[in-house]
Nanobody, 114 residues
């Protein structure tokens, strides 16, 4: 089964941008729908974006038009470009299978604050 490790988080001012990366170890990354999830303090983890093996994308309403998910199957990498960040985007971000999540990686913290 695939294992995921996230990177690229940090502290950014409102209106700023970040690009998250996710490295997947294991085989057949290219056949799976994968996605980015986030969990804010005191809230449940939510799926914010997913991408199928044919690069079809879906987004939560809260991030639509601001976040862009992409993948590089040759390198087993998943990305999340986050623009026009808002304080409410502050959370730990995780990548995982986009339909039924498997084991969770360490996540990467994104903090949006002035």
């Amino acid at each position: 089964q695939l294992q995921f490790v996230e990177s690229g988080g940090g502290l950014v001012q409102p209106g700023g941008s970040l690009r998250l990366s996710c490295a997947a170890s294991g085989s057949r990354f290219n056949i799976y729908t994968v996605g980015w999830y986030r969990q804010a303090p005191g809230k449940q983890r939510e799926l914010v974006a997913s991408i199928t093996n044919s690069h079809r994308t879906t987004y939560a309403d809260s991030v639509k038009g601001r976040f862009t998910i992409s993948r590089d199957n040759a390198k087993n990498l998943l990305y999340l470009q986050m623009d026009s960040l808002k304080p409410e985007d502050t959370a730990v971000y995780y990548c995982n299978f986009g339909v039924v999540p498997g084991s969770w990686g360490p996540g990467t913290q994104v903090s949006v604050s002035s």
